[in-house]
């Protein structure tokens, strides 16, 4: 009974325990804003979107398109920011009496950059007819430039209607889109200088006297209408505020080296009573800001000293295989509570991509190969794949893979196959010369034996003749006489023959004179 009690007890402990991965997931930041992105500028990865892709009215943050297209004229070298520019008759178009102004006035005269301070930092519409006549020698033709470069960076729902932002139904664009513009505009310092101007003092013009200019965004202004708000780490960029598009803000914000680019689109603005409002846009935005900085850090999701994968090796002197490693560490910006085993690798080895083997030497730190970091499907991060050792050749196997190379070539094999043909019949005719050598040399052996023999017998014969003890026809056996005789010849002539000096050993042997080589090739 205990032990049943005792495991009700853990099994209870699992469920309920705040250690449970279910309990530990990093909960969603609370927005009240119609459509956000929080991205992280160094990779551009979102790390939090709430529908990022609606469709939604810009307002004032327009004015971040109409001030990059001026500040990408001037690095062009097309205009400088020092060009006096003078406010024509068109200087009211498409405009509201009680829209956000800097008091510029038909034939007044300023220099470009102070009418993009006065766009950027004032929120001047009349600034924008300005800047847009200017750069676009009228202002339908730069609408027409802000269209075609919202299309360059890959805005996909956005169209402009005006420079300024002001509402119109066709003047449009969504959350996602204007992150790629702010993500374009932040990348120039200029851009970076001007939106993150709290205050700026701009000097008298031709018909104006010094104006105070102080930012509409109370994350970097203090003193800003929009009081309450200042959040240290933030850095530019535009505020916007319409009836239709709610309260809008696009910002930075840089801490412990993580670097944030948020867009927050149809803020509400709560009334607090008294006259005091909150406003969502930047209460939603610092929220946003806090989260990621809590809940986020970079974590290495691939160390450089990690052993990938060990890859076979032909000819090394002392190895059969040498290990990979990544080239360089790899870091992304991650939930703190991460689990970095959901994370997928793609792994390509050169060697076994080609079909090649590969061979010693290898040097380390020699790339071998590359490596994919995969976050639910999409990559995080690449690197190289290097050798983590040294493996130096070794001369055997060396020698005997260039003695294969040349085996292996055509021409080389047809002459080692004709030298082996050679060499198979040379043994041939060695062995025949042999046999037939062989084959004489026991007929000449006959032949000396029978030479041997007749001789024994004559002297035999010659021994009798010459100690008298054989005459004419008498005492002589019949068959001793007929085998000396075999040619019909009398006994007196066989006793001259015998009479007369053996010299047959001094004679040469003519069958031992036979060229037996001349008689095989004759066969």
Known sequence: MKKFKFIIAIIFVLLFSPLSPEASALEDPAVGANAVILLETETGDVIYSKNPDDRAYPASLTKIMTVLLAVEACESGQVTLYDEVTASENIGYNLIEDGS??????????????????????????????????IG????????????????????????????????????????????????????????????????????????????????????????????????????????YTSNAGYCLISTASKDDIHLLCVVMGGVATDKGGGLFDFGNFLDTINLYEWAFSNFSYQDV?????????????????????GLRPQRTITHLLPNDMDMDTLQREIVIYSQHDGTP??????????????????????????????????????????????????????????????????????????RYRILRKRHLRSLEAAR???????????????????????RNNGQPAETFQKINRNGRSFSELVDDLKQPDNSGDKPDKAAERDYFEEFFRR
Not at 124 to 134: G, K, M, R, S, W
């Open 358 to 431: 590969l061979k010693a030497p290898v040097e380390a730190g020699s790339i071998l190969g590359e490596i994919k970091v995969l976050k639910d499907g999409r990559v995080i991060g690449s690197t190289h794949l290097v050798a983590a050792t040294s493996v130096s050749l070794s001369k055997t196997f060396y020698i005997k893979s260039e003695i294969a190379k040349v085996m292996d070539n055509t021409y080389v094999k047809l002459i080692f196959w004709a030298l082996v043909l050679l060499f198979c019949g040379y043994i041939a005719l060695v062995i």
């Open 449 to 471: 034996l029978a030479r041997d023999r007749a001789r024994a017998e004559s002297e035999a014969l010659r021994s009798s003749v010459t100690a008298g003890s054989l005459s």
């Open 101 to 134: 102004s800097a008091g510029i006035v038909p034939g007044e005269t300023m220099s470009l950059e102070n009418l993009m301070y006065c766009a950027m930092v004032a929120s001047a519409n009349e600034a924008c007819n300005v800047i847009a006549e200017y």
């Open 137 to 240: 020698g009228t202002i339908p033709n730069f609408i027409d430039m802000m269209n075609a470069r919202a299309k360059e960076l890959g805005c996909k729902d956005t169209h402009f209607s005006n420079a300024h932002g002001l509402h119109d139904d066709n003047h449009y664009t969504t959350a996602r889109d204007m992150c790629l513009i702010a993500q374009a505009a932040i990348s120039h310092s200029l851009f970076m200088d001007i939106c993150n101007t709290a205050v700026k003092e701009i000097p008298a013009t031709n018909v104006s006297n010094p104006r105070t200019l102080s930012n509409t965004n109370g994350l970097i202004n203090k003193d800003s209408y929009y009081t309450g708000y200042y959040y240290e780490h933030a850095r530019g960029v535009k505020t916007g």
């Open 302 to 322: 691939l160390k450089s000293n990690e052993l990938i994968a060990e890859v076979p090796l032909e000819m090394g002197s002392d190895a059969d295989s040498v």
